[in-house]
């Protein structure tokens, strides 16, 4: 039992893990595509909240994911 348990904690660490790549690249896309948000166009003000809630949802997924591989691993 404790071999499922751990092979789920290892997938879902793996899964967190490139959702947290992807937000992350995400980020540093939408600063490069807006020039560091400083050339947002009318009607643009989405980018100012990805730049709040992507970096957000990619530290909290790369968390989740280092406690997953980290307590699979045990």
């Known amino acids: ?16 893990a490139l959702i947290g790549a992807f937000f992350i690249f995400y980020t540093a896309r939408l600063l490069y595509v807006t020039s560091g948000l400083r050339a947002i166009r009318v009607g643009g003000q989405g980018a100012y909240i990805g ?7 990619a530290l909290l997924c790369t968390w989740g994911a280092w406690r997953c591989l980290r307590r699979a691993g045990k």
């Open 51 to 57: 730049a709040i809630v992507f970096p957000l949802v």
């Open 1 to 16: 039992m404790s071999k499922s348990i751990s092979a789920a904690r290892s997938i879902a660490g793996i899964i967190l």
